[in-house]
């Protein structure tokens, strides 16, 4: 069976991103970029289902500026066969990105989608469940354990305060969590490999999608800032000042 | 305008989070009702009914609604949805997982985390791990969010007397089942809604040093928390992780014991009223957002902390 993986770039996670002082946005420019963590769990998962036998092919998708191909050359590299990259430099919100998908869906009929459970920029944590609803599918988010096995996924999934498992019909959606694997590191040889592989450019008017942003962010601004705090000589003097200070014990 | 807010239960139990989500709701201004869907949830719905604020109860019991499967429940949403010009999930896992399914059905987008409500369709959210403030404009006509229960103080589970009404449950979806479940029994407070929250990191060294936190966390009345290091090496569940990919908690007193102080972590408790940080690294990041910092070996600072408690 086809997988898809859809993958986004995104700033990179050790980076502490700042706002800009016109409160449009955050600063990205000039700001390493990588793969969404998530994603990266998510090409890992299909490439092993592929090893074992279970996948005959690993097709990666993004959504996004024309760089986003940096990030389908990463999961090739990693193990998927070829990639599709829908080109566009309107901001895309979930629901369009999920509207992209369906329709990629829609042209290459695969039983499994497996997308990261959020992406670590606009954590919204949408995309997968919102490609569920719009293709009428089963889905199993936060998975920590996925086994197929005919036309049924088995998936544990992290839930607060433990673990639950749900069997799923194909063809499903997974969203991946933490735990779920640890994805390799890609090696220099399957990186040029990787600059071999089919990639396909799109646009969202060639699939008949209407990404126009749903939402409007109307000023992004910095957290309150924290007073700055005090170091204590000793675990004698914390616990006076948490008693008599801070009053919180 | 009326509001309708999702209940989180277990079919026993009307969960915390449901009324922080109500008082969010009361914020956006209107009607709030609240929809049960469950199994044998009668119990359920009697208490969202004496619920602070709320003015009707909607009970949809079902088998097939029992665990909360998200095709079923979204389904159950959908049938009622156009009553109301708002949704609104707790931001658990169980909120993450339906909400923007519904959102899609409706095809509507879907604010998630909210942590203010400045109008009826703007509300402000955490980007980038907490780093920056969103405040974002709907013009749906149905707004679906989920909302940050630590952001919103819990109203009254006494003073209501709303009517409960029984709805007709919508048809099995029948695209997942149920196969089981592995809750860990804790005796401790709830992490999410803990007043004092004892964290720890990979500073802990193992998974047998980890226990020394007990005795502290009993002292405390507190909750256990971990960072991500100390999870991903084994020495916590998973479940305890606090973070940006984690649970979000704003404790009256975190205390990170052993934790440098990544990003990622400072995203899940940086909003706590104090925060204690306990470390050898003078240099950590934690010591930038802790009121009060101790720089000290843990192994001799915890068991002191707890004698002087």
């Known amino acids: ?249 | 305008m009326t509001i309708l807010v999702i209940a989180e239960h277990d079919n026993a139990q009307l969960k915390g989070a449901t009324l922080n989500t109500v008082a969010a709701a009361q914020k956006i201004g209107g009607d709030v009702h609240i929809l049960v869907a469950g199994s044998g949830a009668q119990a359920v719905a009697d208490q969202a009914a004496k619920a602070a604020g709320v003015s009707k109860v909607l009970l949809a019991d079902a088998p097939y609604l029992a665990e909360g499967l998200a095709e079923n429940v979204a389904d159950q949403v959908l049938a009622v949805a156009k009553d109301y010009s708002h949704i609104l999930f707790a931001s658990t896992a169980s909120g993450k997982n339906i909400a923007p399914r519904v959102a899609a059905l409706l095809d509507v987008a879907q604010i998630s985390d909210i942590i203010a409500v400045e109008s009826a369709d703007t509300f402000q959210r955490p980007i980038y791990a907490g780093n920056a403030i969103a405040t974002v404009q709907s013009a749906d006509a149905v707004k679906v969010l989920t909302v940050r229960t630590t952001a919103f103080d819990a109203l009254s589970a006494e003073g209501g007397s709303a009517a409960v009404e029984t709805l007709t449950a919508a048809a099995d979806a029948g695209l997942s089942s149920f196969v089981g479940r592995e809750v860990a029994k804790s005796d401790r407070p709830e992490l999410a809604g803990a007043a004092v929250v004892v964290s720890g990191g990979r500073g802990l060294g193992s998974a047998e040093n980890f226990k020394m936190l007990e005795p502290l966390a009993d002292k405390l009345g507190a909750a256990l928390g971990a960072s991500r290091a100390a999870v991903d090496a084994g020495y916590a569940p998973n479940d305890w992780q606090v973070g940006q990919t984690g649970k979000i908690v704003a404790p009256q007193l975190y205390v990170a014991i052993g934790i440098s102080g990544a990003i990622q972590h400072l995203a899940g408790m940086k909003d706590s009223k104090v925060i204690v940080a306990i470390n050898k690294d003078a240099e950590a990041p934690i010591f930038g957002v802790a009121d009060y910092g101790l720089v000290a070996d843990l192994f001799q600072a915890v068991p002191e902390l707890v004698e002087l408690l």
């Open chain 1, 1 to 249: 069976m086809k997988v898809l993986v859809p993958v986004k770039r995104v700033v990179d996670y050790n980076v502490k991103v700042r706002v800009k002082s016109d409160q449009t946005g955050v600063d990205i420019a000039n700001v390493k970029m990588s793969m969404n963590p998530f994603d990266e769990i998510a090409v890992e998962e299909a490439t092993r289902l592929k090893e074992k036998g279970v996948a005959t092919e690993v097709i990666a998708v993004s959504c996004g500026v024309a760089q986003s191909q940096e990030t389908l050359r990463t999961a090739m590299a990693i193990g998927a066969d070829r990639a599709a990259l829908i080109q566009t430099d309107v901001e895309l919100q979930p629901l369009a990105v999920a509207k992209l998908l369906k329709a990629i869906v829609d042209k290459e009929q695969p039983q499994l989608v497996i997308l990261g459970k959020q992406a670590i920029d606009d954590d919204a944590n949408q995309t997968g469940q919102m490609l569920a609803a719009l293709l009428g599918w089963s889905q199993a988010t936060f998975a920590s354990k996925v086994e197929v096995s005919g036309d049924t996924a088995t998936v544990t999934r992290e839930i607060d305060g433990g673990l639950e498992t749900l069997s799923l019909k194909l063809p499903a959606i997974i969203t991946t969590d933490l735990r779920l694997n640890e994805p390799r590191y890609v090696t220099l040889p399957n990186i040029m490999k990787a600059k071999k592989k089919q990639l396909d450019v799109f646009t969202p008017e060639d699939l008949g999608v209407d990404v126009t942003p749903r939402l409007k962010t109307l000023k992004v601004a910095e957290p309150p800032a924290r007073s700055a705090g005090i170091v204590v000589p000793d675990v004698a003097t914390l616990v006076e000042k948490l008693k008599n200070e801070a009053k919180v014990i």
